[in-house]
């Protein structure tokens, strides 16, 4: 397979055709941002280490039946994943308050989320990804209702294996983002990445951050906490 011209550039990944009309290429850069774009750094080994951990967990999740856009790992920062039609919603599942759900509701930051919330946001930098729901997403034709259906039913069976999984490393998942896209048969498939830039980590017994909060607050040891978040999973980076 032959990696061709750049598709899309994201704030921490490039997009890249192929010659395979049903695969792409996913290239992690060592790029780091927080606040839209306003802040944004370069932080080595990044990019392969978040390339090797959504490995990692989209594997994990493909274990547990549930389907994933990757493909392999072809390099250090490069993945080969599935062309996706891609649904331009993010999936968010909070299982404890904090970030933005405080700010906007003044809730206590720690507080357990019993159920777990599940919000919508449009992906959308220029409106700073605003809160959608189910009626938005029909109505603009985002998503049908069953596949919004399908979304927020493969969102909560992924917050049941990472939930179990990240607790066996001391550590809570605090919320997260999913993105999902359509494939040629018409299926709903996990799509984009999954890794601490994406999601809040928690030690169990500190309340430590130990994901892409670090950089956002200043905290530094970002590369470095998510090496120690990796083996604590057991992956070795």
């Keep these: 397979m032959e990696k061709r011209e750049e598709l ?21 850069r060592n790029d780091t941002s927080a606040f839209d774009g306003e802040k944004i750094e370069q932080l080595d080994r990044k990019g392969e280490v978040n390339n090797k951990f959504n490995h990692f967990i989209m594997t994990k999740l493909e274990e547990a039946g549930i389907a994933t856009q990757l493909e392999s790992l072809i390099s250090d920062t490069e993945s080969v994943v599935k062309k996706l039609d891609m649904i331009p919603v993010e999936c968010v599942v909070r299982n404890v308050a904090a970030g933005s759900l405080v700010r906007r509701l003044g809730v206590e930051e720690g507080k357990l989320l019993d159920p777990p919330l599940f919000e919508f946001f449009l992906k959308n930098d220029a409106l700073h990804d605003p809160m959608v729901n189910d009626y938005h997403i029909e109505s603009f034709g985002w998503a049908t209702k069953a596949q919004v259906a399908r979304m927020k039913e493969l969102t909560f069976a992924v917050n049941d294996v990472l ?72 992956l070795k980076l």
């Design 8 to 28: 899309y550039r994201g704030k921490a990944k490039t997009v890249y055709l192929t010659d395979d009309s049903d695969k792409l290429v996913l290239y992690f």
């Design 163 to 234: 939930k179990a999984l990240f607790d066996q490393g001391g550590m809570i998942l605090v919320d997260y983002k999913l993105e999902f896209g359509v494939d040629s048969d018409g299926n709903i498939i996990l799509g984009d990445e999954f890794t601490p830039d994406g999601c809040r980590l928690w030690d169990k017994a500190t309340r430590n951050k130990m994901d892409k909060d670090r950089f956002r607050q200043g905290l530094g040891s970002v590369v470095e906490t998510y090496i120690e978040v990796a083996d604590r999973l057991g």
